[in-house]
C-alpha cells in the first residue's frame, strides 16, 4: 500500500542555518502530498502541499518541491528561526485517509 | 472561525474502563478523521465519517474501539476495556470534503491525551 518515510530525527540546528528533513513516498497513484507542522502544545497545522508532480508548495519560507521521478518531497528552509522547533511530518494523500510520516523532530537553539 | 475541538484534554482512566472522546468538527466539514499519535510515532488512521455514508473503519485496532458520528457534526470515540497500549494522543480531523479532488486540507483538533493506568 502507500507509505510515506521520512529522515528520523531529531534534528538540531542553531539559528539561520540552512534544513532539509527528507521525505520520500510510495503511491500507485497519483497523490496529493503535505507537510504539517506540529508545535509543541498544539495540534497539527497544516505547512505546505502539492497536487502534481513538479509543483513547488511554500509557505512561512519553507519550501517542497513534488518530484514524482524520485518519488521524494523534502522540505528545505534556508534560515531556520528559534520559533520553527517543531515536529514536522510528511504526508500523503491517499482517499479516503492520509499518510503520514513518523515525524521528524526539530529543535532551533539560539 | 471556531476551529476543530475536542475534549476531554487530557484523561487518565485505569485499565479495563471504557473511555468516550469527542470531537466537534468545523462547521459545514462533512469529513471527519481520527487518529492514534503514539508517544514519538506518527500518525495511525482509525476511521473516516463522509457526510451520510457508512463510516470507513479499517484502521480501528481491535473491536474494543467504535466512533460514531451524528450526521455531519459531533463524533464520539469510544474506546471499551481500555489497556495500558491504548496510552495515546488521539487526534480529530474534519475537512470540507474528501471527494475525487484529493487535495482537500485536513484541520486537525488538539488532541486528546489518554493515559491507561
Not at chain 1, 22 to 40: D, E, K, R
Not at chain 1, 86 to 103: E, H, I, N, Q
Not at chain 2, 75 to 86: G, Y
Request: proline share 5%.
Amino acid at each position: 500500500g502507500d507509505s510515506v518515510t521520512q529522515m528520523e530525527g531529531p534534528v538540531t540546528l542553531s539559528e539561520e542555518a540552512f534544513l532539509t528533513i527528507n521525505c520520500t513516498y510510495t503511491a500507485t497513484g497519483y497523490p496529493s502530498l503535505f507537510w504539517y507542522v506540529q508545535y509543541p502544545g498544539e495540534g497539527l497545522q497544516l505547512l505546505l502541499k502539492a497536487t502534481k508532480a513538479d509543483d513547488k508548495g511554500s509557505n512561512k519560507g519553507f519550501e517542497a518541491t513534488y518530484r514524482k521521478e524520485t518519488t521524494s518531497f523534502h522540505l528545505e528552509k534556508g534560515s531556520v528561526q528559534v520559533s520553527d522547533s517543531a515536529v514536522y511530518f510528511c504526508a500523503l494523500s491517499d482517499p479516503p485517509d492520509m499518510r503520514f510520516g513518523a515525524g521528524t523532530r526539530l529543535t532551533v537553539k539560539p | 472561525g471556531a476551529g476543530v475541538s475536542q475534549s476531554p484534554s487530557n484523561k487518565v482512566t485505569e485499565k479495563g474502563k471504557d473511555v468516550e472522546l469527542r470531537c466537534d468538527p468545523i462547521s459545514g466539514h462533512t469529513a471527519l478523521y481520527w487518529y492514534r499519535q503514539r508517544l514519538g510515532q506518527g500518525l495511525e488512521f482509525l476511521i473516516y465519517f463522509q457526510g451520510n455514508s457508512a463510516p470507513d473503519k479499517s484502521g480501528l485496532p481491535s473491536d474494543r474501539f467504535s466512533a460514531e458520528r451524528t450526521g455531519e457534526s459531533v463524533s464520539t470515540l469510544t474506546i471499551q476495556r481500555t489497556q495500558q497500549e491504548d496510552s495515546a494522543v488521539y487526534l480529530c480531523a474534519s475537512s470540507r470534503h474528501m471527494g475525487t479532488a484529493n487535495s482537500y486540507e485536513q484541520y486537525f483538533g488538539p488532541g486528546t491525551r489518554l493515559t491507561v493506568t
